[in-house]
């Protein structure tokens, strides 16, 4: 019983940066794997990011490597996706995404918790 809230979302122009807000509710994220993924219109979700909360392990796509930047902020039971260096081709929905660790691999997509999505939007 895991309920997701995306915030930050917004229109910049290309170069600008953001700051995506996933608030986590029903339960800690002490033990889960917290994702961002992201749908253009008419294209596959893709994956985007994801940390390991239990001990801050990062991923990345090669896309947005050394632009954005997982975070969390275990007080506050949330997630953080710093956005740099903007550019059109990331213009989409981003989507906060959880799901329990287990012993064995799972896949990039594979979520049990979704949240509502954030339109982000780049201009060139």
């Known amino acids: 019983q895991v309920q997701l809230v995306e915030t930050g979302g917004g229109l910049v122009q290309a170069g600008d940066s953001l700051r995506l807000t996933c608030a986590g509710s029903?339960?800690?994220?002490?033990?889960?794997?917290v994702g961002w993924l992201r749908q253009a219109p008419g294209k596959e979700r893709e994956f985007v990011s994801r940390i390991r909360w239990k001990d801050s392990d990062t991923y990345y796509t090669d896309s947005v490597k050394g632009r954005f930047t997982i975070s969390r902020d275990n007080a506050k039971n949330t997630v953080y996706l710093q956005m740099n260096n903007l550019k059109p081709e990331d213009t989409a929905v981003y989507y906060c995404?959880?799901?329990?660790?287990?012993?064995?691999?799972?896949?990039?997509?594979?979520?049990?918790?979704w949240g509502q999505g954030t339109q982000v939007t780049v201009s060139s």
């Open positions: 995404a959880a799901r329990e660790l287990t012993a064995s691999a799972r896949s990039l997509y594979d979520y049990d918790y």
């Open positions: 029903g339960r800690t994220f002490d033990n889960y794997i």
